[in-house]
């Protein structure tokens, strides 16, 4: 007998289900778990692929995909902070630029330049 413990939609490169269901593995694996997905295989289209795991064997893979999600925010961590220092430049730049604005400003009306001077 098997549980459907979850379907996650929208999953992989063709946006397929992956269903996620418990089932007994015999006396020799105990309680597995089942992982499908897809819309089958190059042979047969209407076969979706899928993996059988232990407790032992979903242990591994979970630490495994912890690591690769540790990596990527990381990396994604250190491409975000770039982005921000970058926009933080911009904007001092911006600001500096609007302060010599003010001051150009300023310098016209302290020496009375006619505003038809400027056209």
């Known amino acids: 007998m098997s549980t459907e413990l979850k379907t996650i939609r929208n999953t992989g490169t063709k946006g397929a289900e992956l269903q ?16 499908t997905q897809g819309f ?10 899928f ?14 995909l912890m690591k690769w999600i540790k ?3 990381h990396e994604k961590a250190e491409d975000l902070e770039a982005v921000i220092k ?3 430049e911009l904007k001092n730049t911006i600001i500096q630029e609007a ?21």
């Open 20 to 35: 996620i269901t418990q089932f007994w593995g015999g006396k020799e694996r105990g309680v597995m778990v089942q992982l």
């Open 40 to 49: 089958g295989t190059i042979i047969n289209m209407d076969e979706p692929g």
């Open 51 to 64: 993996i059988s795991l232990t407790i032992e064997d979903a242990y591994k893979v979970c630490i495994e």
């Open 71 to 73: 990596t990527i925010t």
């Open 86 to 88: 970058e926009k933080h």
């Open 99 to 119: 302060v010599e604005c003010e001051r150009f400003i300023a310098d016209l009306k302290i020496i009375e330049i006619p505003v038809r001077l400027l056209k």
